[in-house]
């Protein structure tokens, strides 16, 4: 009776591992980046679902002396939400902020072309515009204006949704499916990845110029 008990019991224990590695589990650990100290990394913790794809380098752009650029690449598999929250210092200059779902976005909407699904929100100066899936070359669906001197914004990313404050707003496109496809079902090497450009756009930036400085720190958190 004993064995059988303990034998039970070790049937359990292993179908729990068993089904939770089945599942992967969203990582908790917050990703922190200082855009001026070039300091990057996890807190408490490992978090491999946040990395970087653009190495911490010095801004060459003219009055960005100081200022640091970077790429984050941030897995949602195993997890519903990004949440990212941003960080001004100063008056910004040019583009400081990109999320996208591609690995080739770059501003101005249209994508560079290697995903079929390529939303994009960027920040150029003080003007926030997002753009939906497939929209045409500078054609944001929102525009809106920010005062970004020294102040800070959330932003929480999900599929088919992005918010942005204070104050709150906030873009989704359940029936549509314009907007961030986690996961993308049409390339799945993406499968639920997005990217952050930081004072800069997530692809291409040397050649387009697409750069900026004033985004100082960014700390990311999976849920």
Known sequence: MTFKARSLALSLTFGLISAASAHAVCPTAPFYID?????????????????LASPVTASPVVGCAGWKEAVLKINLAGCTKATLLAEWEG?????????????????????????????????????????DSGAAPNNPILKQDLSLTDSSLKFVVKNQFISWGQPYG??????????????????????????????????????????GCGLRRMLVILQ
């Open 91 to 131: 008056v910004p200059k040019d583009w400081t902020l990109n999320i996208g779902d591609s690995p080739t976005n770059d501003g101005f909407a249209g994508d560079a072309g290697t995903t079929a699904n390529d939303a994009e929100l960027w920040i150029l100066q003080e003007s926030m515009s997002i753009a």
């Open 35 to 51: 855009l001026k100290s070039g300091t990057a990394g996890t807190i408490n913790g490992p978090n491999a679902q946040v990395t």
């Open 170 to 211: 906030f873009l989704q496109t359940p029936s549509t499916k314009q907007l961030f496809a986690l996961p993308d079902t049409s390339n799945t090497a993406e499968g639920s990845n997005i990217y952050a450009g930081l004072n800069r756009v997530v692809f291409n930036a040397p050649v387009s110029g697409r750069r």
